[in-house]
């Protein structure tokens, strides 16, 4: 596949639910990317992290909160969600960052909430 | 912000037939990509092509870019079945975001 995994696949939590959605990439790329695919919408980059520093904090609700430990693993930590949160969440990965470097995607968690 | 947006929204086409998307734009850029999406995965990268070329291609695929136009165009030849996707255009610029349209649904009928 393409180097970057998501566990869970599928995950449906209720609104007062606490959730973590994990990001693992085995390329050894230096900048990884949180993005939210909702139906007929273009991608929503959602956080960016470089070298594990965040660069980019998109306008997201304090709900999502993600977490770069090291280089290799990206995690998602979900809590009070609301039902418009549903949607793909899908993690990406590439060599530095720039918009010139091809983003490397995970197949995404499928997320519901209900 | 959207920064490309791919037309038309769906295209069906017989396996065999050529496949055209077109992807517009409204601010500069210095790259666009096109990236492919199965049902339910993850995006797959398929073509980079700079600001300052024109065509590019890649085994089936044909990109071009129009910078005068801030369009770009996206041509599979002799789709196969295997082709049925999403294919979205996404837009770089000096700074390290990519903009991505909401896609393009492909199906190629056997």
């Known amino acids: 596949e393409t180097g970057v995994t998501q566990t869970p696949r599928h995950l449906v939590m209720g609104m007062t639910n606490k959730k973590s959605l994990k990001c693992e990439q085995h390329l050894g790329h230096n900048a990884m990317y949180w993005y939210k695919q909702s139906a007929k919408k273009p991608l929503e980059l959602m956080f960016v992290y470089s070298l594990e520093e965040r660069v980019e904090n998109n306008s997201v609700p304090s709900r999502f909160s993600p977490e770069c430990p090291n280089s290799s693993h990206l995690f998602l930590h979900l809590h009070t969600l609301q039902p418009e949160d549903s949607a793909l969440y899908l993690c990406?990965?590439?060599?530095?960052?720039?918009?010139?470097?091809?983003?490397?995607f995970g197949p995404g968690t499928r997320l519901t909430v209900t | 912000s959207q920064q490309g947006e791919e037309d038309p929204q769906a295209l069906s086409i017989q396996e065999g037939e050529n496949a055209t998307m077109n992807c517009s734009y409204k601010t500069s850029i210095n790259n666009l990509q096109w990236y492919r999406q199965n049902s339910g995965r993850g995006l797959v990268h398929l073509i980079l092509?700079?600001?300052?070329?024109r065509e590019k291609h890649s085994g089936r695929l044909r990109v071009t870019l129009d910078t005068s136009k801030k369009s770009s165009s996206l041509l599979i030849t002799a789709s196969r079945a295997a082709d049925t996707a999403s294919y979205f255009c996404a837009t770089g610029s000096n700074d390290y975001k990519l903009s991505f349209g909401a896609g393009t649904t492909v199906t190629v009928r056997a």
């Open positions: 092509i700079r600001s300052n070329e």
């Open positions: 990406a990965s590439s060599q530095d960052l720039g918009s010139l470097y091809e983003q490397y």
